[in-house]
């Protein structure tokens, strides 16, 4: 039997479907998954051995340039007709899936009106499936990859099912700059988001690297836009230890990923995906709420704030102090705090 996933994007929502994956390659192993998303993180669901195809699609790069975005439809609904699917699942919940997923001329199943984030999507769907709120999203997929491919839910913790995936990376050889920069003891700082209201102030990330000065090891700090890059360089000006990474693909920062002593990062995509390899480190969730993404697991420590008003869930922080560049949530979270949860998971590194 063979099945379509559409699961898009973003990063920690394709990261969040991997354990999924897993069950169901547990489960069903007569199925046979292939996963339409985003070409940006097409790498990550290549990553999965249960995945026997990915099929990268943009919508995104149409948002400025239509003229080309009726042809590029018709071909996908050509290609994905010609493998003839039995179902295809909507693990996303959003309009655009939907409608992507309905080319493919197989039945369409998903979450339920009171699940799915865009509820009106659902109305596209053959079948549906509830899936409540309150919980992970890792536990949510699990649920409606159970619920839809009819098997148990399994009582296991996640697997991210990438072990084959980090044993190639650690062997594979590194090209330059990577390898030099691998050479030496370092530790991965994940500072940019898409939202400046989870990003933590410079002078802690000033902080925390005299913190990992102290015992020999550096802060390599990748960047994604060219604020973040901005950002990476006024750090790294203030301390010898720390570098800001030259532009670096997925691939490239997966394979320093399984090569570093630990991350400290954000609520963010490269947050999630260190964990998903196994690398050991500390999460800081400022506005948004560490149990909705955060998975338990002995070797990464989630932080949530402090801060009163913490988590809010909002975008955008509503208070006085945001207007001036200080984000109280974020503030609230030393780097003292951080260090004491980050320096076990160093002393226990392989």
């Not at 697997?159 to 050479?183: F, H, M, N």
């Not at 420590?301 to 200080?326: F, I, V």
């Amino acid at each position: 039997m063979k099945i379509l996933l559409l699961r898009l994007s973003s990063m920690g929502d394709v990261l969040h479907t991997l354990p999924a994956v897993t069950d169901m390659r547990q489960a069903r192993p007569d199925l046979c998954l292939h996963w339409l998303v985003e070409p940006a993180f097409a790498p990550l669901a290549q990553l999965h051995p249960g995945v026997t195809r990915v099929i990268p699609f943009s919508l995104r790069v149409h948002k400025e340039r239509w003229r080309g975005l009726a042809a590029a439809l018709r071909d996908l609904r050509q290609g994905l007709r010609d493998e003839h699917y039995d179902h295809i699942l909507d693990a996303q919940g959003l309009y655009k899936s939907a409608l992507l997923g309905r080319l493919g001329g197989a039945p369409l199943w998903g979450l339920d009106a009171a699940s799915a984030r865009e509820p009106g999507a659902t109305r596209l769907y053959h079948r549906r499936f509830c899936v409540a709120w309150g919980q992970s999203a890792i536990s949510r997929n699990r649920q409606l990859f159970a619920q839809a491919l009819n098997y148990p839910l399994p009582e296991t913790p996640p697997d991210y099912g990438l072990q084959v995936a980090i044993a190639r990376l650690r062997k594979d050889t590194l090209a330059q700059p990577w390898s030099e920069l691998a050479r030496q003891p370092f530790v991965l700082g994940f500072h940019g988001t898409s939202r400046e209201n989870k990003e933590w102030q410079e002078d802690h990330w000033w902080a925390l690297a005299a913190l990992l000065r102290q015992v020999g090891l550096r802060l390599l700090l990748p960047a994604g836009n060219a604020r973040e890059a901005a950002r990476a360089r006024r750090i790294a000006e203030q301390a010898d230890n720390v570098v800001a990474l030259p532009p670096a693909t997925l691939p490239e920062l997966a394979a320093l990923i399984v090569r570093a002593d630990a991350y400290v990062g954000m609520d963010t995509g490269l947050s999630y995906l260190a964990g998903a390899l196994g690398l050991a480190g500390v999460t800081l969730y400022g506005p948004t709420a560490r149990d909705r993404f955060s998975v338990a697991e002995s070797r990464q420590a989630s932080l949530q704030s402090s801060e009163p008003c913490a988590p809010c869930g909002k975008s955008r922080c509503p208070l006085p102090e945001a207007k001036k560049g200080l984000i109280l949530c974020q503030q609230a979270m030393r780097p003292e705090r951080v260090w004491t949860a980050l320096s076990p998971l160093l002393e226990h590194r392989s």
